[in-house]
């Protein structure tokens, strides 16, 4: 797992580096936030579960089957790996996905593929508290998380809401529809 860690850490290295290189590269300076985004606050076994999240070819039945295996505990873990990544996005509302920073010749940072995006976080959560809500009421400090999240998900939907409300309107003006 030493490795893991010091390739993440290597590519967001690289990010940052890039990203001071072309001063007027959008990508490098997105990319570079979201793996430092990644890297932060991440043990390098949550690093690894980075990977299962952003997966392409992990579906809900995959997904569902994987989590019925996991223990009170291992449940809790998950959890709570899930609302770093919700704080991390509330804290970064800039660390958006990057997929063409891999398939960027002048980048090349694979890792930004490595990256699980709001959606598949807010997913994986929904299908952990669908799918074991009884039975992680029993713990204690399954409430306690939750009541940490309860915020950090107001604030996410809040955004959603307004960001909402915003593309509204520029469809609105773009087709013309708004008259001054």
């Known amino acids: 797992m030493v490795n893991v860690g010091k390739e993440w850490e290597s590519h967001a290295s690289l990010a940052i580096d ?9 990508l490098a300076k997105e990319a570079s936030i979201l793996l430092m985004v990644a ?7 949550e690093r690894c579960l980075h990977y299962l999240l952003a997966s392409n070819n992990v579906d809900e039945v ?5 989590l019925g295996k996991l223990s009170g505990k291992e449940m ?5 790996y899930l609302g770093k990544w919700l704080k991390q996005y509330e804290r970064f509302p ?16 694979k890792a930004c593929d490595w990256v699980p995006k709001l959606e598949d976080v807010t997913k ?3 299908f952990v508290l669908d799918e074991n809500f009884s039975s992680l009421m029993m713990h204690p400090e399954f409430h306690e998380e939750l009541k940490s999240l309860e915020g950090v998900v107001s604030s996410l939907a809040f955004e959603a809401r307004f960001c909402s ?10 087709a013309g529809d708004v008259q001054s």
């Open 62 to 66: 995959v997904l569902l089957s994987s």
């Open 124 to 126: 994986c959560l929904g």
């Open 39 to 45: 890297h932060d606050g991440f043990s390098d076994a």
């Open 18 to 26: 890039k990203a001071r290189l072309a001063k007027k590269s959008r």
């Open 165 to 174: 409300l915003m593309v509204n309107v520029i469809d609105k003006l773009r």
């Open 76 to 80: 809790m873990n998950l959890i709570h």
């Open 94 to 109: 800039q660390a958006i996905p990057c997929p063409k920073a891999y398939s960027s010749s002048s980048l090349g940072l």
